[in-house]
């Protein structure tokens, strides 16, 4: 079946660094990728997305590319602020048949000032 | 406006009793899903609706009940709670059921406490 393993946290970097967070997958065909993201107290939003093979999403200075060859939509940004601590999640969904979002286990991100 | 929004949004009660949750979204979106998030922060998807007809249905217990009276809404039926069910409950949305680009848009989530 369809799966996804993220890397586990917490993750706690100071303002400004550099933020990896890693993301595989598991499954058949081409499935769409999404990063959403959680603030305290909040629901998810939607960060971004790639439908295809080497399609990079972006916003708010973060990236993921899709990479097929390694089954893989790491989360990336340059320098991260304060504003950015929240779980973030990475989600899968096959095209055809079933709508459902899977998602891997989230990680939990704190930035210092 | 609020796009997708769950009632009530914490919700305390005893084990043994029934309870509901309800979620409508103002997008005119066909499809809506309940999703469970544990206490590790894992999200699961419990149940989905295209147009009032149930497409998915995962491993849930049959006390989880959802009901579609129409298309902008999904509600959440438990019956006879448990402790294990305290968690919290998000309801989403998207388009469509097709294609599998469609962005699912989620509520605010229901905290569910069950003593």
């Known amino acids: 079946g369809n799966s996804v393993t993220q890397m586990e946290g917490p993750v706690t970097l100071s303002e400004e660094a550099f933020l990896t967070i890693n993301c595989t997958y598991t499954?058949?065909?081409?499935?769409?990728l999404f990063w959403y993201v959680q603030y305290p107290g909040e629901g998810l939003q939607l960060l971004l997305k790639?439908?295809?093979?080497?399609d990079k999403g972006s916003n708010k200075g973060f990236e993921a590319t899709y990479r097929k060859e390694t089954t893989s939509f790491h989360l990336e940004k340059g320098s991260v602020q304060v504003s950015d601590s929240a779980v973030y999640f990475c989600?899968?969904?096959?095209?055809?048949?079933?709508?459902?979002?899977?998602f891997g286990k989230g990680t939990k991100l704190t930035v210092n000032p | 406006d609020t796009a997708v929004s769950q009632t009530p949004k914490y919700l305390v009660t005893q084990m043994g009793n029934d309870k509901s949750i309800k979620c409508e979204q103002n997008?005119?979106?066909?499809?809506m899903y309940w999703y469970k998030q544990d206490s590790k922060k894992f999200l699961k998807i419990m149940f989905s609706?295209?147009?009032?007809?149930?497409?998915i249905n995962e491993t849930v217990p049959n006390r989880f009940s959802p009901k579609s009276p129409d298309k902008a809404h999904l509600n959440l039926h438990i019956n006879s709670l448990e402790l294990g069910d305290s968690a919290v409950y998000f309801c989403?949305?998207?388009?469509?059921?097709?294609?599998?680009?469609?962005?699912?848009?989620f509520g605010p989530g229901t905290r569910l406490t069950v003593l």
């Open positions: 997008l005119g979106h066909d499809t």
């Open positions: 989403a949305s998207s388009l469509n059921a097709a294609g599998g680009h469609s962005e699912q848009f």
């Open positions: 989600a899968l969904r096959s095209r055809g048949g079933s709508e459902k979002l899977v």
């Open positions: 609706y295209n147009n009032k007809e149930l497409i």
């Open positions: 499954a058949t065909g081409y499935p769409s």
């Open positions: 790639a439908t295809k093979a080497d």
